[in-house]
C-alpha cells in the first residue's frame, strides 16, 4: 500500500529555515511516538485550504512549550519519590518529565523563538502550509493511480450448503472473521494535522515537525465512552508524554467505544483520552437546564470546547464550571464530548468502572450545541493554502 501520509520537517539552513516534506505509512500517534516528549497540538482542516482556529492552536503550542521544561535524561537526577507524592500545586504548571533542577540555558536559548507566539505563528504556518500543499498533491497523485483496478476480485468460496449458512451470518474476508464495525471513518478530503515541538539532545537543537493524515471523524450521531483511567497531571500543557501515557487505556477499550473518560477517586469525571466532557442536568430551581463541565485548571480546553462556551455566552445557556460527578449520572439531561474531530458528539452509552452500561437520555440541548457549534466552526477557520 503506497504511503498516503505525510511528514513536514522544519530544517535550519544558514540562518534561515525551510520545511522538508516526504511521504510516511506512520499515524499521528506513531510520529509522536517516535521523537522525544513534547509540546503537542491537533488541528483539522475546513475545505482543505483552511485551518480551524490555527492561531488558537499556536498559541496553546507556545503556551505548553513555556510549561514543559527538557532536560538531558541521560545528565539529570529523576525527582524522587517525595516530591511525586505531594499534592499538585495548580499554581505550578511545569511539567520537568520528571526530572529535577533547572531547564539547560542552551535550552532555553533555543526554544526561546518557539515559546514566543508572534515567532511560532509565523514559523507553524510556513511548515503546515507546506505540508498540506504537498499531502494533497500526494493524495490526487494516488487517486490518479489507483483509479483502474489492478487486483481482481477474489474467488467465490466452495462451500458446502451447511457452511454456507454460516457464511451468511459470520461474513468472511480473505478467510477470517470480519472485525467488529470501526466507530470513525477517514475523509480524504479533510486531513489532521500534529505539531509537535520539542528538543533534540542528541543535536542540540529543536524539532518542530507537522504530521498529515486523513482525518477520521465519527460514523454515528451518538457514541460509546468507557469510564477508565485516573487524571493526568499537568492537564493544561499538551505533552506528547500524555500519547504514551494513554496508550494502554486505549489498548483496553472496546472496538466500539469511541472515548474513554477520566475519573478521579470521589468520581469527578474531568476529561476524555483527547477529548472535553460535558453534562447536562436540571436547572436551578428545576428550571431549564444548565451544562456543567471541569473546571478549566483540571483540564486541557480544547478548540471545541473553547467553541461551546461561545456558544453558551451568545444563547444564554447556563454554562458551570464543576465536576459531573458519576454519583449524579441517573439526573444527568444528556452528555457529549468535543474535540477537533469530533466537534460535539452527543454520548448514548457510558460504561460504568463495575462494567455496567448506562444509557444517557437524547438531549435536545446538545443537539442545540451540535448543530450551533458546527455552524461556529466555519466562521473560525483561517486560510492557509490559496
Given at each position: 500500500?503506497?504511503?498516503?501520509n505525510v511528514?513536514?520537517?522544519?530544517s535550519?539552513?544558514?540562518?534561515s529555515?525551510?520545511?522538508?516534506c ?5 499515524n ?9 516528549p ?17 492561531s488558537g492552536?499556536v ?8 510549561q514543559?521544561h ?18 499538585r500545586?495548580?499554581?505550578d504548571q511545569?511539567?520537568?518529565h ?5 531547564e539547560?540555558s ?9 515559546r ?16 498540506l ?16 483496478p489492478?487486483?481482481?476480485p ?11 449458512e ?5 461474513p ?6 470480519h472485525?467488529?464495525?470501526?466507530t ?12 509537535l515541538?520539542?528538543w ?12 498529515f ?9 451518538r ?9 493526568r ?12 501515557d ?22 469527578n ?6 477529548s472535553?466532557?460535558f453534562?447536562?442536568v436540571?436547572?436551578?430551581n428545576?428550571r ?6 471541569a473546571?478549566?485548571e ?19 445557556i ?12 441517573d ?10 474531530s ?8 457510558m ?8 444509557l ?9 450545541l ?17
Open positions: 500500500m503506497l504511503p498516503r511528514l513536514a520537517i522544519r535550519l539552513v544558514g540562518s529555515s525551510e520545511v522538508i516526504k511521504a510516511t505509512s506512520k499521528s500517534n506513531s510520529f509522536l511516538l517516535e521523537y522525544p513534547g509540546a503537542y497540538t491537533g488541528m483539522r482542516t475546513i475545505d482543505q485550504k483552511g485551518v480551524l482556529d490555527f492552536h498559541v496553546r503550542l507556545a503556551n505548553s512549550l513555556q514543559i527538557f532536560h538531558d535524561p541521560h545528565n539529570s537526577n529523576i525527582i524522587g519519590s517525595k516530591n511525586e507524592n505531594q499534592p500545586d495548580l499554581h511545569t511539567n520537568n520528571g526530572y529535577e533542577g533547572a539547560p542552551l535550552v532555553q536559548q533555543g526554544l526561546a523563538p518557539f514566543n507566539v508572534e515567532t511560532l505563528m509565523q514559523e507553524a504556518r510556513q511548515l503546515v502550509r507546506s505540508g500543499s504537498h499531502y494533497f498533491q500526494l493524495l490526487h497523485q494516488q487517486e490518479h493511480l489507483l483509479s483502474t489492478h487486483t481482481p477474489p474467488e467465490p468460496l466452495n462451500l458446502p450448503p451447511a457452511d454456507q454460516k457464511q451468511k451470518q459470520h468472511r474476508v480473505n478467510g477470517s472473521l472485525k467488529p464495525a470501526p470513525t471513518r477517514s475523509i480524504l478530503d479533510e486531513a489532521k494535522i500534529t505539531l515541538c520539542t533534540d539532545f542528541t543535536t542540540g537543537s529543536p524539532t518542530f515537525l507537522a504530521h493524515e486523513p482525518l477520521k471523524v465519527p460514523m454515528t450521531r457514541c460509546k465512552v468507557e469510564i477508565h483511567g485516573s487524571p497531571d499537568h492537564a493544561t500543557a499538551k505533552d506528547s508524554q500524555w500519547v504514551r494513554r496508550g494502554l487505556i486505549e489498548k483496553s477499550l472496546d472496538p466500539d467505544t469511541n472515548e474513554a473518560l477520566l475519573m478521579d477517586d470521589s468520581q469525571v474531568y476529561e476524555g483520552l483527547s472535553n466532557f453534562a447536562v436540571d436547572g436551578t428545576g431549564g437546564t444548565t451544562v456543567i463541565t473546571p478549566l483540571y483540564v486541557l480546553q480544547g478548540t471545541i470546547h473553547r467553541a461551546v462556551q461561545a456558544i453558551c455566552k451568545q444563547e444564554n447556563p454554562l458551570v464550571y464543576r465536576f459531573p460527578n458519576l454519583k449524579e449520572a439526573q444527568w439531561r444528556g452528555a457529549f464530548i468535543s474535540s477537533t469530533r466537534l460535539v458528539l452527543p454520548i448514548e452509552t460504561v460504568m468502572p463495575d462494567g455496567t452500561h448506562k444517557l437520555p437524547d438531549s435536545p440541548l446538545v443537539e442545540q451540535r448543530a450551533a457549534v458546527a455552524e461556529e466552526c466555519k466562521r473560525r477557520v483561517e486560510l492557509v493554502l490559496d
